[in-house]
């Protein structure tokens, strides 16, 4: 025969035990919070939307401090690649420039060359012009230029020659015969020299005639060829 045991007897101390724990618990009723007078609840509800209204601003505060960064780092950007594009085109642009300089210099000395050589003669003829007017100028003032002029033709014969003919202006003719000794230093008894007036000859100057040949002195023959060397050298 199997007997059962209930779990729930009565008998057994340990169910009689917890049964007097379980009946001296004691249910505590929840404290609740203290409720709000109505009067006061305007002013937590404004005090929460000025909060939130604070975060709200905050949150923009922030969000324009972010914008505004960016924006400058973006002109900064647009700045530094305008300034390189602008440098960049400046080197360019004088580039450019420089070679049109150096064409527009080229050109102008070309017509420079072109000018002067086409004014060459016209340059020289003045200069010449000019160099006769000084020379007839100097003649005027000292009578002596002629002397030198013979004498330095004839020193330049050197010695031996004892026929010399010089042929000279008439207006300089008596101050030239009276001046034979002193002309030609190197001169002696079988020496002579003869004077000819010669109205081809300039005044002031003189041809120079021996056996060994002709020396012309006249200005105008030294006039021309000063003219050539100028012609040739501009």
Do not use: H
């Not at 420079?112 to 004014?119: D, I, S, T």
């Not at 001046?179 to 109205?199: A, C, F, Q, R, W």
Request: proline share 4%.
């Amino acid at each position: 025969m199997i007997i059962k045991k209930n779990k729930n007897n009565s008998n057994d101390p340990l169910n009689s035990n917890q049964l007097k724990q379980n009946n001296d618990l004691t249910v505590k009723p929840v404290a609740k919070k203290p409720s709000v007078p109505s009067f006061q609840q305007p002013l937590i509800k404004e005090r929460q939307e000025r909060r939130r209204g604070d975060r709200r601003r905050g949150y923009r505060r922030t969000e324009d401090r972010n914008l505004i960064s960016r924006a400058q780092e973006e002109a900064n950007a647009i700045k530094e690649s305008a300034a390189k594009e602008g440098f960049d085109y400046g080197i360019e642009l004088s580039k450019e420039e420089l070679k049109k300089l150096n064409q527009a210099i080229t050109v102008l000395l070309q017509t420079k060359e072109r000018a002067m050589e086409q004014a060459a003669p016209d340059i020289a003829f003045l200069a010449v012009k000019v160099a006769e007017k000084v020379i007839k100028k100097q003649l005027e003032i000292d009578d002596t230029i002629v002397l030198n002029i013979v004498s330095e033709v004839i020193k330049s014969l050197g010695k031996g020659e004892t026929n010399i003919m010089v042929r000279t202006n008439p207006a300089d003719m008596q101050s030239i015969q009276e001046n034979i000794p002193d002309l030609y230093p190197y001169g002696d008894s079988n020496t002579k020299i003869t004077v000819i007036k010669d109205e081809k000859v300039d005044w002031g100057s003189c041809i120079v005639e021996t056996k060994s040949g002709i020396i012309d002195a006249r200005f105008s023959t030294q006039l021309q060829i000063l003219q050539k060397a100028l012609e040739a050298g501009l």
